[in-house]
């Protein structure tokens, strides 16, 4: 590294030669100190001082003790480290939380709660389309509807009620349920075909259970047969048991005094909805 005191040619300059003692004093205004780390002449105003790295490091210990105008201490310094350090690892009270300071762009965001789109059968049947569309319909308006059950050969019997809720198997929930199916009587030749044996009366072991069975009535049909009927408040219909669903005979009556007659009328609606076999 060339010397500052040469010129470009490599000569030392007279005044260089000269030397001034100005421009090598650190509180002299006229200090040059490029001209002092290159000179032999310069004399450190405190000797015994410390070195440091940069002028960075230099600023940050007097920062730390308050500022330039305060006298520089390695002690204090010492102090003021420990005192941040034992800060760090103090322990945290139990029960207390922890305070952190932040700047304010750094300050926490206030947050909201998302609302999750929940699928349940109730948003599902808005998409129901064809005979469930119409079942749709029948549920909002309040319709009472018939449904015929099947059992293993035939139709069973039917049940009428007010639709509450359904879905893409035709599984049904209904209301205010009237129920008739037909049934094999116990004692014709000792209903082989059901293979149950003799039947045995359970309302003693529900009475002690507090399970309240609907009345069933039961009324014959022929030799064979007997129709039951009953009403319950609420049940519940397996979609693979049910064959068709209409909505139930609108019965308008007229009474027309002809010879002190009494005329009924009865209207029925043409809409019916037939169970397709499909696999979803």
Not at 170 to 183: H, P, Q
């Amino acid at each position: 590294m060339s010397d500052p005191e040469q010129d470009t040619a490599g000569r030392k300059s007279p005044a260089s030669s000269e030397g001034s003692s100005t421009d090598l004093d650190v509180t002299s205004p006229t200090f040059k100190p490029l001209r002092a780390l290159y000179s032999n002449k310069t004399q450190i105003p405190v000797p015994h001082a410390k070195p440091l790295d940069n002028v960075t490091s230099f600023e940050a210990r007097f920062r730390m003790l308050g500022g330039f105008d305060e006298r520089y201490s390695d002690q204090r310094i010492q102090e003021i480290r420990r005192a941040a350090s034992s800060a760090k690892t103090a322990t945290i009270p139990q029960g207390e939380a922890p305070v952190r300071r932040f700047l304010p762009h750094q300050e926490m965001v206030q947050g909201y709660r998302r609302t999750r789109f929940q699928r349940n059968i109730y948003t599902k049947i808005e998409n129901f389309e064809g005979p469930l569309g119409e079942m749709r319909t029948w549920m909002r308006e309040r319709v009472r509807v018939k449904v015929y059950t099947r059992k293993e050969k035939g139709v069973r019997g039917f049940v009428t009620g007010f639709i509450e809720v359904f879905d893409k198997h035709w599984n049904l929930a209904l209301s205010d349920v009237f129920e008739s199916w037909k049934r094999r009587k116990y004692r014709y030749s000792e209903n082989k075909r059901a293979g149950l044996g003799k039947p045995q009366d359970c309302s003693e072991l529900l009475r002690k259970m507090d399970i309240s069975v609907p009345e069933t009535a039961v009324k014959s049909v022929d030799r064979k047969y007997v129709m039951c009927s009953r009403r319950v408040p609420k049940l519940i219909v397996r979609g693979e048991q049910v064959v068709l669903v209409t909505p139930e005979s609108v019965v308008q009556v007229k009474e027309e005094k002809e010879g002190g007659a009494t005329m009924v009328v009865k209207k029925e609606k043409e809409i019916t909805i037939k169970k397709e076999k499909s696999e979803d």
